[in-house]
């Protein structure tokens, strides 16, 4: 009889403690941007980037942002790279210089390229494509900052950039007006996560808690932006 009773103590303290966890699990609103899906989407899958539109913007907003500090979107290696979980196993320089010398010149060829090429082609983007790699290649090495097409730039995008990559120089000051980007963008859970799990902010005075009340509630998680980093 006492084991029984030990035992039903012990599932309603566990079941209590397993209520109690999910009332007080909070989710916070994350807006939706037309290029959120690059995010986690699969990015061989994607139709919304394969539009030359599409390409421009991201485009002329990572000039805007700067090319140069973006460098660990793609991990470089002497004969490969990886880019969004996509393993290409041939030179990073070598695959954008060649892709740029065998457009439209079947003779130079070879089958990687020749696919390459005949999918933009069947997708309606490889000219956009072409202009793009060509003044990538045109950039690299260059120290100063290329002009962006102010029409085509997106500045809800740079200024997610900005965030995520831009912190040579964080501070607490940096970290608030960060916040207030997110917040004032509709990306709450983003938000939220620069408070409590991004590793970079970790040491930062803030205070979380009032700044956490600023934050609109939703009833189910969404995929933010700014993941968390610390797990």
């Known amino acids: 009889m006492k084991s029984i009773l030990v035992f039903l103590i012990c599932s309603i303290v566990l079941t ?24 986690h989407g699969d990015w ?41 979980g996509i393993y290409i196993k041939r030179n990073f320089k070598s695959v954008m210089d060649s892709l740029e010398l065998t457009y439209n010149t079947p003779d130079l060829q070879s089958k990687y390229y020749t696919e390459f090429w005949e999918r933009r082609k069947a997708e309606k983007n490889d000219a ?24 085509f730039v997106n500045d809800t995008l740079v200024n997610l950039l900005a965030i995520e990559f831009d912190n040579d120089n964080l501070n607490s000051e940096k970290a608030k007006k960060d916040f207030e980007v997110l917040k004032t963008y509709g990306f709450h859970q983003s938000a939220y996560n620069l408070l409590y799990e991004r590793f970079e902010y970790s040491e930062l005075e803030l205070d979380r808690e009032r ?21």
């Open 44 to 84: 061989t899958k994607n139709t919304w980037i394969r539009k030359p539109t599409n390409l421009k913007m991201i485009h002329e907003s990572f000039k805007r942002f700067g090319y140069d500090k973006l460098e660990n979107l793609i991990i470089k290696r002497e004969n490969a790279f990886l880019i969004e």
């Open 128 to 151: 956009m494509v072409y202009a793009i790699l060509k003044e990538f290649n045109a950039l690299q090495g260059d120290t100063l900052q290329p002009i962006s097409e102010r029409e």
């Open 16 to 39: 209590s403690c397993v209520k109690k966890e999910k009332r007080e699990a909070t989710f916070y609103a994350e807006h939706k941007a037309s290029f959120s899906a690059l995010r």
């Open 211 to 231: 700044l956490e009340q600023e934050l609109t509630k939703t009833k189910a998680f969404q995929s933010p932006w700014l993941t968390d980093n610390q797990k």
